[in-house]
């Protein structure tokens, strides 16, 4: 389906992605504790509201051709924006904690989507795939919980969005796109 060519510039804009988002993410922190040893602070945080956050967008790169998944990443997306924006805006607390319990909750029924039709496709790789998303839930939901007790510092954004950066470029482009090329060859109905 694809050429060698295709799958290298493919694989090639990906990492770029990837290391533009690490490098903003790296970059923003280092930025904040400079400022925060400016100001004579010593302590490994300081709370992010006020701070500029570059968002994330969405690429057709990123795309499975299975609608279903593509529009439920697309969420994810959006809704890991609105978790930044909430933080840039200094919101509350419990506001922070409302948008990340949403995104924990619709990245778990996400979850479960794709892997009931992984079981209808028959996927071999199913028990992998699963045992992944085991992990990356079980590690939002700990930092869903250290949202809920610390609230949002700048140590605990930086992590989500390493997390979510995992979640968006690595395991959709790996494993989402295998996924989605057999589902597709096994369920041709699926688009």
């Known amino acids: 389906m694809f050429g060698s060519g295709s799958i290298s510039n493919t694989t090639l804009r990906l990492l770029l992605i990837s290391r533009r988002y690490g490098e903003w993410v790296t970059g923003s922190a280092e930025e904040l504790r400079n400022k925060d040893r400016r100001r004579g602070l ?5 709370p992010w509201r006020g701070k500029t ?11 499975t051709g299975v609608s279903e998944i593509d529009d439920q990443h697309r969420e994810i997306f959006k809704r890991f924006n609105d978790l930044l924006k909430a933080c840039e805006r200094g919101r509350s ?13 619709y990245i778990t029924h996400h979850f479960q989507d794709e892997e009931k039709l992984q079981r209808k496709a028959q996927y071999p790789e199913l028990n992998s795939h699963k045992h992944d998303h085991d992990l990356l839930a079980k590690r939002f ?10 609230g949002a510092t700048v140590q605990l954004v930086i992590q ?3 997390l ?6 690595e395991h959709i482009h790996e494993k989402d796109r295998a996924l989605a090329d057999f589902v597709k060859s096994r ?5």
Do not use: C, Y
């Open 42 to 46: 010593r302590r490994s945080w300081v």
């Open 53 to 63: 956050v570059k968002q994330i967008e969405w690429d057709d790169n990123l795309a």
């Open 93 to 105: 607390r419990e506001e922070i904690v409302s948008v990340l319990h949403f995104m924990n909750t």
């Open 141 to 150: 939901g700990a930092l869903e919980t250290r949202f809920q007790t610390t």
């Open 160 to 162: 989500t969005a390493k």
């Open 164 to 169: 979510l950066s995992e979640l968006l470029f």
């Open 187 to 191: 369920l041709p109905t699926q688009d």
